[in-house]
Every structure is written in structure tokens, then in C-alpha cells.
Nanobody
């Protein structure tokens, strides 16, 4: 059974850094482009960052460009989100996502989320 488990969230002051991890099991991790999403208080879930299967391409929401870096280690079945210069508006539950890579592939998988709280 496929499972995604996020970790690394916590409480940090504005300007600080955190590194989130997403550990995958029960799926062929290297087949999946991977995403980070977040849900801020009172808001809908929103896209944060994406990375290609091999890690050579990435994409970011405008709100995090230049501050967040997405990466992955296929040998460890793990994806990361390095978050620097955090702002109070980055406070959210962060989720990793493995979307379907074809109409017939298994997916769409989601983790349980990890809370990030940025104090001003």
C-alpha cells in the first residue's frame, strides 16, 4: 500500500529556515513527479512546488520563488522542501503529493501533512 509521510515541520521565527521531508513507500518513487502543497488557515489547499521524476526540473509558486527549494533523492525514496527566509504567511499545513503519471497509473497519493508555524 502506497504511503507518503511528511516530517520536519515546527515553529520557527520569521526569517528562519526549515527542511521538510516526504518519505515514500509502497510505490515506485522514481516514476512519479512529486509536488508540495500547503493549506493556510482559512484558505484552500494551494500548490507550492513541483519536481520532475529525475529531479532535473522544478517549478514554484510565485510566493515562494527564491526562498524555497524542492529536491529529491530517488535512492532514498524521499523528497525535500528547503524553506528559507520564512514569513508568517508561510504558516500552513504542508502536504506532499504523488499524482498519477498516466491515465492508468496508480495514484494520486497524499501524505497526512506537517504543520509549519512562522512567528513574527
Amino acid at each position: 500500500q502506497a504511503q507518503l509521510v511528511e516530517s520536519g515541520g515546527g515553529l520557527v521565527q520569521a526569517g528562519g529556515s526549515l527542511r521538510l521531508s516526504c518519505a515514500a513507500s509502497g510505490l515506485t518513487f522514481s516514476n512519479y513527479g512529486m509536488n508540495w502543497f500547503r493549506q493556510r488557515p482559512g484558505k484552500e489547499r494551494e500548490f507550492v512546488a513541483a519536481i520532475s521524476t529525475g529531479g532535473g526540473r522544478s517549478d514554484y509558486a510565485d510566493s515562494v520563488k527564491g526562498r524555497f527549494t524542492i529536491s529529491r533523492d530517488n535512492a532514498k525514496n524521499t523528497m525535500y522542501l528547503q524553506m528559507n527566509n520564512l514569513k508568517p504567511e508561510d504558516t500552513a499545513v504542508y502536504y506532499c503529493n504523488a499524482p498519477k503519471y498516466s491515465p492508468t497509473s496508480p495514484g494520486d497519493y497524499w501524505g497526512q501533512g506537517t504543520q509549519v508555524t512562522v512567528s513574527s
